[in-house]
Each structure stands twice: as C-alpha cells, then as structure tokens.
C-alpha cells in the first residue's frame, strides 16, 4: 500500500514526509494503521545527531494504531484490533526473555531497526529500502511490524493517549513502579518534566509518594506537574539541590529523566542515607557521569539505571491503559500538541526549545 512516512536521511537535517510503499507482512508480521504517534526525545536525539543510527530511517517509536492484517503465523493479535507499539518487541526464547526481562532482550533486531530477517516492508518509490525506527517507525501512516512488537489495549484509550504508552509513560510509569518499587510516604524528586518525567511524577502520586518534588528549566513544565500530582516545584537553577533538601530533609528516590552529567551529581547531593538514584534519560553515547564515590557506600546509597521502565509490554501497558480509564494516571495531560504528520519538524523545534508536555501527530 501507498502511505507517507517521516524520513530522516541524514544527521541535523530537516525530516521529509515522502510517499512510501508498504509491502504486505511475511510470516510472524502485521500490518498496522497508524492513528498516532508522539514525537520523543529519542526522535531528536537521532535527528541532532547525538545517537548514530542507520539512515534513511522512519523516524517515531511511540505509537498505536489498528491491525489491518496478519502475516502467517501470528496468533496474537488479529485485523480490528486496537494496539500499542513497543519499541523493544522481545524475541520470547532468549535467557533474559525467559527470565521476566524482555525490555533487555538482546536477540531482538529493534535495535538494528529491522525486521527478524534483517529487512523492513518499506521503500521508497525508487526501491530504496528504508529502516524503521526500533523496528516500527510509527511516524507514518502505515507499517509493518513484528507481530511481538504490538500489544492490544482497550479501544477506549484515544490514540494520542494510547500513543504515549508506547514509550514515555511506560518508561516513567516503570522507573517508579518497576524499577525502583517506590513504597507509599517517602521523598521523591523527579528532575525533567518532559513526558517521562511526568509520566513518573503521576506514577509517584499514583504509589502514594509524598513529598514529590518535581524540578525543571521552565514554569510551564512545572506548572503540568503541579497538575499531574507535584506537591512541590523547583526550578532548575544554581541552588535548586539546597531547596531539594530543604523541602525533603534528603531524598529517598532520586529520577533523573534527562540524561545529565550535572544532574546526577546534583542528585546525588541531595539523598537521605540508603536513598535511591534512578538514571531514567539517557546521555549522548560515550558520555559519563559522576558519583561521590566517598559518600556513594559511606550513606548505602543505591544507583539503578531503568529501561523502558523495566516493562514487560504485553503486561504493563494494558496496565497503564487500565489505570487511565480508572482515573487514576492523568494521561491526557501529557498531551499538549495535536499535530500532523506535516508538523515534526516544528515539533523536533519546540522541544528544543523545551516545550511543555508532548507533541502528538494525529495520523
Ligand atoms: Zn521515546
Ligand atoms: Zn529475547
């Protein structure tokens, strides 16, 4: 079929919308109508060069659409059903699949953005073929993916909540849920509140957290965490590890959802003996960051670095969605931009810029 996709082909240039040509799903493959897709800091971190990935490349890994049709042998989903992308589709046979940690599956290709057999269904009108961003690159109309990659949640969700699932509100809801196991009535600072670390400020309210103190550059994106259950906001700048303290009297879990040498020294700082701190974002590759290593054993401190939440897709996001359509995980909030496919390079702009919440391209 004939669709338009989000292509990136080089490093720091703009992304085009192209006519592509989805070819039918082979065996273990389904074909989905995208509905949505958010537009993640992963995405930028590909576009500004700072993660080396194979190009030309549909860009977007954060998406839900419908299962137009199933390839030979896929049992687990079938046409009509509503699903959410994951970005890490597990092998299912491998040592850390079998042991309950699919999100760390090194046998699956998403890595490689590609197929099981090392190929992807999409090309361009000249036979390139393109790669698909972890396997799916949801910025796009339509794809074919692997069948493991898509997990059914209720209908009920509108795509571009049930979009986010697929990778901010997964990796923030797992980092506090999953990962480091938040217990009711303890301190927890979350510092960057783009959709993961919001997405981690509601799960801490979720789990009963208190204080939670969320920390950013700008009053927007503290005013949205105030909205999705902060107690307290500070913002980002020379002192804001002194406040920190102030309000918390040392912090329990500690979530840096940025990816930042400076913040996790920050953090660091502001712990309570045996308190936890969760490196959620991601640097630019080769990078590396600090801890006292004085102060790290003398207090017991603990350091956790949480992927994808440490979910496993096929239970945590029917899960999340679940917890949505209780009331309890205000995931529309997140959503502060509607756009259209037309719109990712203004979208890449505005989280550069540091936009709050999330942009998300209605298909
Ligand atoms: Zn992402
Ligand atoms: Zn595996």
């Known amino acids: 079929m004939q669709v338009h996709a989000a292509v990136l082909s080089a490093p720091r240039t703009p992304v085009a919308i192209e006519p592509v040509t989805v070819d039918p799903p082979q065996p273990g493959e389904v074909l989905v109508r995208y509905l949505a897709s958010g537009v993640c800091r992963s995405d930028l971190h590909v576009v500004d060069g700072d993660w080396a990935r194979p190009m030309p490349v549909v860009l977007g890994h954060e998406g839900t659409g419908?299962?137009?049709?199933?390839?030979?042998?896929?049992?687990?989903?079938?046409?009509?059903?509503?699903?959410?992308?994951?970005?890490?589709?597990?092998?299912?046979?491998?040592?850390?699949?079998?042991?309950?940690?699919?999100?760390?599956?090194?046998?699956s290709s998403a890595g490689e953005h590609v197929l099981a057999d090392g190929t992807t269904r999409v090309r361009r009108p000249d036979g390139?073929?393109?790669?698909?961003?972890?396997?799916?690159?949801?910025?796009?109309?339509?794809?074919?993916?692997?069948?493991?990659?898509?997990?059914?949640?209720?209908?009920?969700?509108?795509?571009?909540?049930?979009?986010?699932?697929?990778?901010?509100?997964?990796?923030?809801?797992?980092?506090?849920?999953?990962?480091?196991?938040?217990?009711?009535?303890?301190?927890?600072?979350?510092?960057?509140?783009?959709?993961?670390?919001?997405?981690?400020?509601?799960?801490?309210?979720?789990?009963?957290?208190?204080?939670?103190?969320?920390?950013?550059?700008?009053?927007?994106?503290?005013?949205?965490?105030?909205?999705?259950?902060?107690?307290?906001?500070?913002?980002?700048d020379v002192d804001w590890t002194e406040r920190m303290r102030?309000?918390?009297?040392?912090?329990?879990?500690?979530?840096?959802?940025?990816?930042?040498?400076?913040?996790?020294?920050?953090?660091?700082?502001?712990?309570?003996?045996?308190?936890?701190?969760?490196?959620?974002?991601?640097?630019?590759?080769?990078?590396?960051?600090?801890?006292?290593?004085?102060?790290?054993?003398?207090?017991?401190?603990?350091?956790?670095g949480s992927s994808y939440g440490s979910c496993v897709a096929a239970l945590d996001f029917p899960k999340i969605a679940q917890l949505y359509l209780a009331g309890r995980l205000p995931l529309d909030r997140l959503v502060t931009r509607p756009i259209e496919l037309t719109g990712v390079n203004t979208a890449l702009q505005q989280m550069r810029d540091r936009a709050a919440g999330r942009a998300v391209i209605i298909m």
């Open 66 to 107: 419908v299962v137009l049709s199933t390839g030979s042998d896929v049992d687990s989903v079938r046409a009509g059903d509503r699903v959410v992308l994951s970005w890490m589709y597990p092998c299912g046979s491998c040592a850390l699949c079998r042991s309950g940690r699919s999100w760390l599956c090194e046998r």
């Open 128 to 236: 390139t073929a393109l790669y698909q961003y972890l396997a799916i690159g949801t910025m796009a109309e339509a794809a074919v993916v692997p069948a493991a990659a898509c997990v059914p949640i209720s209908a009920e969700v509108p795509p571009e909540v049930a979009a986010l699932i697929g990778c901010g509100v997964a990796t923030g809801f797992g980092a506090v849920v999953n990962t480091a196991q938040v217990p009711a009535g303890v301190p927890v600072c979350v510092v960057g509140c783009g959709g993961v670390g919001l997405s981690a400020v509601m799960s801490a309210a979720l789990v009963g957290a208190d204080p939670i103190v969320a920390v950013d550059a700008t009053e927007p994106a503290l005013h949205l965490a105030r909205a999705v259950g902060a107690s307290h906001t500070v913002l980002a």
């Open 246 to 304: 102030r309000i918390t009297g040392g912090v329990e879990y500690g979530f840096d959802c940025i990816g930042s040498a400076e913040v996790v020294t920050g953090l660091g700082r502001t712990l309570a003996p045996g308190g936890t701190l969760v490196l959620v974002g991601m640097t630019a590759q080769g990078e590396t960051v600090a801890v006292d290593g004085y102060r790290f054993p003398d207090r017991g401190y603990r350091l956790l």
